[in-house]
Nanobody, 124 residues
């Protein structure tokens, strides 16, 4: 059964860190790429980071470059998002997704499976 389960969200103060985890079933992890997206209240969903599972290539949205790091553990069928230097504007529901592709600037994608999300709240 294909599924994605996110964890690690929470509430921290600005400047703090969080690490999100996404556990995938084996069938899900076989997708071409895994990515993190986020959606703040009243805003559209936006791409945050993507990792291509075979090559390990990664791409980030400009808003998180230098602060967030996406990584994978193939043995655990898991993807992680290390978030440092968090800002109030990072507050959103964060979703893990698996699919075919995400473009290099994270503005367009073709994803097949989505998790239910984990909430990240950053206070100033």
């Amino acid at each position: 059964q294909a599924q994605l389960v996110e964890s690690g969200g929470g509430s921290v103060q600005a400047g703090g860190s969080l690490r999100l985890s996404c556990a995938a079933s084996a069938a899900t992890y076989s997708r071409n790429c895994m990515a993190w997206f986020r959606q703040a209240p009243g805003k559209e969903r936006e791409g945050v980071a993507v990792i291509y599972t075979s090559s390990g290539n990664t791409y980030y949205a400009d808003s998180v470059k230098g602060r967030f790091t996406i990584s994978q553990d193939n043995a655990k069928n898991s993807v992680y998002l290390q978030m440092n230097s968090l800002k109030p504007e990072d507050t959103a529901m964060y979703y893990c997704a698996a699919g075919r592709w995400v473009n290099a600037i994270l503005s367009s994608w073709d994803m097949e499976l989505w998790g239910k999300g984990t909430l990240v709240t950053i206070s100033s």
